[in-house]
């Protein structure tokens, strides 16, 4: 196993389980205890876990954005259940923007594999796209090492000037008052941008989001169209989206 795929091992194996000490990390991964130390602290200093006595525990989601490696393997289930009933939105003709993430890039994974034009401020979502015979448009712009999303002067002036049929949208949080918001003023221009210039704006987000409150607003539930998660929304939030259409998928 490489030191890469190791690593990235081992964020998956924290996540899921809440926490791991070093002796089961080795144990599972079958290596010494002195490089899985090793890799825990190349881990914490890039953000994607916590170091904590005698192992690592996820990064905290309150007040911190978390790595798109760490997020990545975060409830995918969810994130493709999410996708597959999302992606059932594109049409025949439509110009259609993704938003840069990770339950965003499972909605590009679930599309059909031509008929529209897809466009997006994530590298690797447009890779996912041109994998099939869907012409693809990149924003420009520059990237953002935890989210992998192109920002800035050059994706904004992209923005402004395009018009979408259909925008599928993420957010690191989403509370009946403060409503969609994510860590990066940066990023959350391009949002807004790309809400603003969208006929129709689908959220997809799964229930780790509920409740949680990041440090720049981007949208309004007012604005959101179809909302496609993974459980009913709770009190406050059901009433927040009253307006809007909202769909409970799960995973089987």
Partial sequence: MLPAERKRTIVQLVTEQDGCSVATLADELNFSKATIRRDLQDLETEGRIERSH?????????????????????????????????????????????????????????????????????????????????????TGGTMRPRSHALVGPAAE?????????????????VTADTGLTTPDEDEAAVKRRMVANATRVVLVADSSKFGERSFVSVADPTEIDLF?????????LADAFAETDVVVTGAD
């Fill in 228 to 236: 496609v998660t993974d459980v009913p929304l709770p009190g406050e």
């Fill in 54 to 138: 005698g192992g690592a525990v996820p990064v905290s989601s309150v007040g911190h954005e978390r790595s798109y490696d760490q997020r990545e393997v975060d409830r995918l289930a969810a994130k493709q259940a999410i996708a597959g009933r999302a992606s059932e939105e594109v049409r025949d003709g439509h110009v259609v923007c993704f938003d840069a993430g990770t339950t965003t890039t499972e909605v590009a994974r679930a599309a059909p594999d031509s008929g529209y034009i897809g466009v997006t401020n994530m590298p690797e979502l447009a890779l996912e796209l041109a994998d099939s015979e869907v012409d693809v448009k990149m």
């Fill in 157 to 173: 002036s992209f923005l402004d000037q395009r018009h979408f049929d259909l925008l599928f949208l993420g957010t690191n949080g």
